[in-house]
């Protein structure tokens, strides 16, 4: 009964997305034979987030190998979204060609990217998708967009967490309110366990994207329910304050700790036997892929001004993700 509710789910899932319009569930073939003469920025959330970090490494690391010219901006906070519009609206004064994003929420970098199209620079979103209706209301136009399928990354957890713990009490350390990657993963993992009996979601409270401040929702959700048996993070960094909650109750291997991303630090809390599991993203293939995309567009002469309202763009790319945890965990360090 459980793996029939489980595939119902999932496969209500993958019908509505495939009715969601212009999507594609693998990369498009953006390669060129030359990715210099292009002027690019990206722009993405907090350095100190090692997901984001990584992904602007590798990024880097490819612009140089490629002799593409990418400059990468991190937003100063997870808080500071007016800062990241403005930051946004900096680089469209630089001259850029095209502009790579991740926006802090859904719709503060709306009004930049309606900018960028009047401006004639080609925007890619990466990641963390904005609201795509908005952007075409206010006369932005997305060029294209490479993303996880969060909803189904949730999904993937609690998928897990249900098969490993057969019943019993679960909670969720959300990512920071209102945060569009925050709700879809929460609404995957919440959406899976309801259609299960014996599973009950006893508690989903926002980490912020916090380590510390993950620790003490955790910590409060294990006194409140000393029986809880897994809590499900939205990212990694808030897995990592789950777990220390977890051990400072005594209880390390009795509550389930499942984060996100699979970032290094991650992948080595499971390998030490603390974390259980992460659902992985492909971050840095998702970021090269984004600023291989921009290039191409600008390249092709894509002129953002002439589709205004195109229900055609962003062209949204999913990038699968994958399970990490002991069995495995080894084959993706390092």
């Not at 060129?32 to 907090?46: E, N, Q, R, W």
């Not at 009950?200 to 409060?220: C, F, I, Q, T, Y």
């Not at 630090?265 to 984004?290: C, F, L, M, P, Y």
């Not at 790319?317 to 990490?324: A, Q, R, T």
Request: charged fraction near 25%; glycine fraction near 8%.
């Amino acid at each position: 009964m459980l793996r029939k509710k489980l595939f119902a789910v999932l496969l209500v899932s993958a019908m509505t997305t495939a009715m969601m319009g212009n999507v594609a569930y693998a990369a498009a073939d953006d390669e060129l034979d030359d990715y210099s003469g292009v002027k690019v920025a990206c722009i993405v959330k907090t350095e100190s987030n090692v997901y984001w970090s990584d992904m602007g490494a590798a990024i880097e690391e490819w612009a140089d190998e490629n002799n593409a010219t990418v400059d990468m901006y991190y937003a100063e906070s997870e808080e500071n979204i007016t800062g990241q519009l403005e930051q946004f609206e900096n680089l469209i004064t630089k001259k850029y060609d095209a502009i790579c994003f991740a926006p802090l929420t859904s719709s503060n970098l709306v009004e930049g990217v309606a900018k960028a199209t009047e401006a004639g620079i080609v925007c890619v979103n990466i990641d963390e998708s904005m609201d795509f209706d908005a952007a075409r209301a206010s006369n932005g136009v997305v060029y294209s967009n490479y993303v996880t399928d969060n909803k189904l990354v949730g999904q993937k957890a609690a998928e897990y967490i249900a098969e490993k713990i057969g019943s019993g009490k679960v909670g969720i350390v959300e990512g920071a309110a209102g945060n569009t990657t925050s709700q879809q993963r929460t609404s995957g993992a919440t959406e899976t366990w309801e259609g299960m009996d014996d599973i009950e979601l006893v508690s989903s409270v926002p980490g912020d994207w916090d380590r510390m401040k993950s620790m003490d929702v955790a910590a409060a959700m294990i006194t409140a329910n000393p029986d809880i048996k897994a809590i499900y993070a939205c990212n990694d960094v808030e897995a990592l304050g789950v777990t220390e909650a977890v051990i400072n109750a005594g209880k390390l291997g009795e509550i389930m700790i499942v984060g996100t991303d699979a970032t290094a630090d991650g992948k080595a809390s499971i390998q030490k036997g603390e974390e259980t599991a992460s659902i992985g993203q492909d971050n840095t293939g998702i970021g090269i892929a984004s600023v291989k995309s921009a290039i191409k567009g600008v390249k092709e002469g894509f002129v953002p001004a002439d589709h205004i309202g195109d229900e055609n763009y962003p062209v949204i790319n999913y990038v699968d993700s994958f399970l990490v945890d002991s069995d495995n965990v080894a084959e993706y360090i390092q």
